[in-house]
């Protein structure tokens, strides 16, 4: 980037990150750090699908795929169910190749934890072995730096986006093949949301574990484009946003998203400083070798 531009962003108004041009630039950075979760298949002969959102951590040596604990919980329900016959299990990696655009779980025994039933909506998946290898391959992705989820203090924050997958933006196409068979491709689409965090009251109280709420605001540049519907976005990461002195955008690791309400596009909001002692006792216990 320039000099020029970087004097440019020093001079923009308040409220650039809440607009939709600011928010498409600045996903591309962003995306790096998130992944879905596909799960899709046949419960009483009718095909279902979820995508579910998360982002990259890296505690020591191991890779994290963070997410809500019901995220977490859900996807234990679908994999322990007799019923329910799984037919695509990938990691959304954006491997930009026709025909690759995820990773499989090689391992549906997953190394797993939700902390919803202790009150705090936090989950956690350690990826492992074959699926680890080929996501650090991926030039794509990358796991959250340290100094991101770390150094929240380090930089004026101007604003917020939330990250994820609704539901809604998700499409599905499907063929059918001389033989009958159906082959569907599902094609999950990001969203980076501006969103304005709320001063903490007595409802954000969860089980002893404070949560923090916050609202999704519209674009300020295209008012038109409505957001009633971020089912799917559960797990994603808030992060904030600001300008250095140089003019560069610097990002943080606020929390994670827990809750939605459609009424009033109030969402609530796993704080990082919840997040981290419980994902370091974690893998201390899961791998004391590589926490070491």
Not at 82 to 94: G, N, R, S, V
Request: aromatic share 10%; proline share 5%; glycine share 8%.
């Amino acid at each position: 980037m320039s000099e020029d531009i970087y004097e440019k962003m020093k001079t923009l108004p308040s409220t650039w990150w809440q607009n939709a041009s600011s928010a498409t630039a600045l996903v591309e950075w962003f995306k790096f750090h998130v992944i879905g979760l596909l799960m899709a298949g046949t419960l009483a002969n009718e095909w279902q699908y979820d995508v579910f959102s998360g982002f990259l951590l890296q505690q020591s040596t191991v890779l994290l795929w963070v997410t809500a604990g019901h995220v977490i919980d859900r996807v234990s329900e679908i994999l322990s169910s007799a019923d329910f016959k799984i037919t695509l299990f990938t990691w959304l990696d954006w491997y930009d190749k026709p025909g690759a655009e995820g990773v499989r779980v090689h391992n549906r025994d997953l190394l797993m934890k939700s902390w919803k039933s202790e009150g705090l909506d936090l989950g956690v998946v350690a990826i492992q072995g074959l699926d680890a290898g080929n996501i650090r391959a991926n030039e794509a992705v990358r796991p959250l730096d340290e100094r991101v989820w770390r150094t929240l203090r380090s930089t004026t924050i101007e604003g917020h986006y939330l990250i994820g997958f609704p539901s809604a933006w998700t499409e599905v196409t499907s063929r059918t093949e001389r033989n009958a068979t159906v082959r569907r491709r599902i094609k999950a689409d990001i969203a980076c949301l501006p969103v304005g965090v709320l001063p903490p009251d007595e409802s954000d109280q969860g089980h002893g574990r404070k949560l923090f709420p916050a609202k999704v605001l519209p674009y300020l540049d295209m008012p038109e484009f409505e957001v009633d519907d971020i089912g799917g976005m559960s797990g994603g990461p808030l992060l904030s946003v600001g300008r250095t002195d140089k003019g560069q955008v610097a990002y943080r690791l606020v929390g994670l998203e827990a809750t939605w309400r459609r009424s009033d596009s109030r969402i609530q909001v796993v704080p990082i400083a919840s997040i981290v002692p419980a994902l370091e006792t974690w893998v201390q216990q899961n791998f004391p070798e590589e926490a070491q």
